[in-house]
Structures are given as structure tokens and as C-alpha cells.
């Protein structure tokens, strides 16, 4: 290592870089010296200071971006340096998100309001199909058209749920299930002390995403129906419970069954094979969602869904 | 900036380009950027041509001008745009111009005056092919 001998003088005027005047001593321009590094190191401190507090408002508005807040921006300085490089690219970066949180805004109400219409049109031809049933004296033809009313009545429920849902894209099945059992007990099942309906569903259920939600409810809907139809014939007493759970030990997969004490199926029929409309329904929508469909006969009937609910 | 002073110095380059300089700390508003679109198309005749941006001194550009000189849905003025810049701040403009706000046609982001030129001239070649 090179060893430097320098006096205190020389040292401040080479940092400061005064020159000598004529006739001035080391020591008086070091003096010189001395106020110009003073000056500069206050302007330091100040450019320090003012550059932290440029920072901090950069991260205010990075912060309020983080927290969905657009509308903050970083104000830019007279002469533009990289601290203001920063700050407009923030600031971009704040304008280009709210107009995208604005247009997927915008997005979202258009297809709520698409849900809500389709539901309000469903509902009318549900409506228009009841009216028509009740003008039909012939009771077979007359329940052809109630099935449909409420088979549609179901589809419209789910139309309800999604644009009543939080973000669009599915429903809580739980929740559905409750309002389905309510209106069919209400509307199908004129006795209700007679024919009971209980639901049991778990606290916290899966979102169903329209394309199975669609599915799900018309499977509920009919094995609801034709149980207030078929499974307590005359004055028979008994229940129908609606149940849907995840089962123990899986991760995504769900029982949703719908099960009575009635008469059970009559001897020799088998689901698989029906000629029934609704029940060939229901196989065909179990196959179209992936699903297992059981069906048990002791005391009474029960209806087994296992499916599949990905979070 | 001063108010007064023009936000942009736009001219035809008898090369066969449009030259646009922005004003040094000029802040780009909607107006001022479809007054200068305005005006290219006065320059420009019946013709089309590639445009150099000179960005180097800017200030600011708001959203809108932004999405003004990115031509999404209107037919576009100029053929190629080359974006001149230098500072820290024209450099993060220039990119939002690549990336986020991407005109309709080819563009460039050059540090090199001479560069800039050469690359518009070739656009300016390329549509005479």
C-alpha cells in the first residue's frame, strides 16, 4: 500500500478544489475549502432528504395500487430524473389498472344483467306453462306441462343464484338446495305434514359452475318431484331426504342424494331402463356431469349421486 | 413548460417521413395528442407515412393520449412509428408504447437519432416495394 503524506490543508483544498489566490496561504484557502464542502454536504443532506420523501410517496402510491386504490399518483419533479422515471411509471401503471378494473366492472354488470334476464325469461315460459296447464282437462297432459314448468322453474333458480353470486362464476349448491326443496315443497307437495322434506347439507358447500349447476339442479328437481309423486301413494306418511355432503376422507368428491320411506320402486323396474322421461333424465344428466348414480331399494327409495366438486 | 410554447413540432422530412418533436417537459394530454394526429394528416396529404417521435424531453402522457396514439379502432395515420428516446422517463414511456399501449403498426424504441432515421427510412422503402 502506497503511503500518503498530506498536511489538513492540502487535503481540503484537494477535496474541496479551491485554487491558491496570489499570495493567499494553504491554510486560508483551506478555509475556502472548508465552507465549500460544508455547502456541499448540506446540499447532499438536502437532496437525501428530498429524495426520501419523493421515495415514500412512490410507495404510497404502489401501496394504495396493492390495496385496489387507483386513483393515487406520485407527482413528478421540474427536471425529470430516475426517481421520476419511477413515479411515471407508476403512475402509468395506476391509469392502465383502472381503466381494466373499470372495463371488467363494466363486464361484470353486463352479465349479471344477462343472468338476471335469462332468468326473468325462464320464469315467464315456466309462468306461460303453468297458465297452459291449468286451461288442460286432461290430467295426464295437464302434469306433462307442471313437470315442465317446474323442471324450467329449477333452471331459473340457478340463473337466481348466479347473478345474486358474488362473483359470476358458480353457485353455492348447498344454498341453491334450500331455496329448490322450499319452492318444490311449496309448490308440489300440497300436504306438507303428510309428505315431510328434509335437507341436510353441509355447512360449507361447493360452487358449482354453471355448466354442472345446470345439471345438478334438473337431477334434484326430478328425484324431489317423483318422490312427492310416486313414493307415498293414497294417505301414506313418511319423509323425503334431500342430502348432499362431502364424503369422509376425499378431497372433491360429494354425495348428493335424495332419498324416502315410501313404497320403493315397484317390483321389477329397473332406473337404469326406465321409459320414464324423468328418470332417463337423470341418468343422462349423471353421465353428463361424470357422476355415479346408485340407486337403493330397502325401505323405501334412495337415490345416490357421487360426484366430483373441484374448489 | 411554458403554456404558450407548441407541445409538439411536427414536419415532413422530404425523405419521405414525418419528424415529431415533443417539447421539452411537455405533459401530453387527449387534446394535444389528436391536434398532432390532425396535423400529420394535414401533412401527409392523401398519402400515409412512417412517423420518428421524438420523446426525448417529455414530461408526462396521460391514458388517453396514450390509447389515442395506439390507433385500436380507427384507421391509422402514419405506417410505422420509430419513438426517439433518451431520458429515464421517455425510456419507460417508450416501453409502455411497446408493451401496454401497442399501436395498431410497427414501432420502435431507439436511443440513436441516426438509427431511427435509418429504421424509418427502410418503413418508408418497404412501402414503395
Known amino acids: 500500500m502506497t503511503k500518503v503524506s498530506l498536511d489538513f490543508s492540502d487535503a481540503v483544498i484537494r477535496l474541496s478544489g479551491v485554487k491558491l489566490l496570489e499570495g493567499e496561504t494553504p491554510e486560508d484557502a483551506a478555509v475556502r475549502g472548508l465552507a465549500i464542502i460544508e455547502e456541499r454536504l448540506q446540499q447532499f443532506e ?119 353470486s358474488k362473483d359470476l362464476s358458480g353457485i353455492d349448491f348447498g344454498n341453491y338446495i334450500l331455496s329448490l326443496t322450499q319452492s318444490l315443497n311449496a309448490s308440489c307437495n300440497p300436504d306438507a305434514k303428510r309428505i315431510r322434506l328434509v335437507v341436510d347439507v353441509d355447512s360449507e358447500t361447493p360452487v358449482l359452475k354453471i355448466d354442472a349447476a345446470i345439471p345438478c339442479a334438473l337431477i334434484l328437481n326430478e328425484l324431489i318431484m317423483n318422490g312427492f309423486k310416486h313414493a307415498f301413494p293414497g294417505d301414506r306418511k313418511g319423509k323425503i331426504t334431500v342430502s348432499f355432503k362431502k364424503i369422509p376422507g376425499e378431497d372433491v368428491r360429494y354425495e348428493l342424494s335424495v332419498s324416502d320411506n315410501g313404497v320403493g320402486l315397484p317390483e321389477g323396474l329397473d332406473p337404469f331402463q326406465s321409459a320414464s322421461l324423468g328418470l332417463q333424465l337423470v341418468t343422462v344428466l349423471a353421465e353428463q356431469v361424470d357422476a355415479t348414480l346408485t340407486v337403493l331399494g330397502e325401505e323405501g327409495t334412495a337415490f345416490v349421486l357421487t360426484c366430483k366438486c373441484p374448489k | 413548460m411554458n403554456n404558450t410554447e407548441p407541445i409538439f413540432e411536427t414536419t415532413f422530412d422530404p425523405r419521405g417521413f414525418i419528424l415529431s418533436r415533443v417539447a421539452p417537459l411537455a405533459e401530453i394530454d387527449l387534446e394535444q395528442a389528436k391536434e398532432n394526429t390532425k396535423y400529420v394528416r394535414e401533412l401527409s396529404g392523401d398519402n400515409v407515412y412512417p412517423i420518428l417521435v421524438d420523446i426525448r424531453k417529455i414530461r408526462s402522457i396521460s391514458k388517453e393520449a396514450r390509447d389515442h396514439f395506439a390507433m385500436r379502432g380507427r384507421k391509422p395515420g402514419v405506417t410505422a412509428i420509430a419513438m426517439l428516446v433518451s431520458s429515464p422517463l421517455s425510456r419507460i414511456i417508450g416501453n409502455f408504447f411497446l408493451g401496454l399501449n401497442q399501436p395498431v403498426v410497427p414501432t420502435k424504441m431507439f436511443t440513436d437519432r441516426d438509427m431511427a432515421e435509418q429504421w424509418v427510412l427502410n418503413a418508408v422503402h418497404d412501402e414503395h416495394d
Not at chain 1, 372495463?103 to 309462468?127: A, D, F, G, P, Y
Not at chain 1, 303453468?130 to 313437470?147: C, F, P, S, T
Open chain 1, 46 to 164: 438536502s437532496e437525501k432528504k428530498n429524495n426520501s420523501k419523493r421515495i415514500s410517496e412512490i410507495l404510497d402510491v404502489v401501496m394504495a395500487l396493492a390495496s385496489l386504490d387507483y386513483t393515487k399518483r406520485a407527482t413528478l419533479s421540474e427536471t425529470p430524473d430516475h426517481i421520476d422515471a419511477i413515479a411515471g411509471g407508476v403512475n402509468m401503471l395506476g391509469e392502465e389498472l383502472q381503466q381494466s378494473t373499470v372495463s371488467l366492472k363494466e363486464k361484470e354488470v353486463l352479465l349479471r344483467e344477462i343472468h338476471h334476464r335469462v332468468k326473468n325469461n325462464l320464469q315467464v315460459i315456466s309462468s306461460l306453462l303453468n297458465l297452459q296447464a291449468g286451461q288442460i282437462n286432461d290430467k295426464i297432459a295437464r302434469q306433462h306441462y307442471e313437470v315442465s314448468h317446474e323442471r324450467i322453474r329449477a333452471m331459473a333458480l340457478v340463473h337466481e343464484k348466479l347473478y345474486q
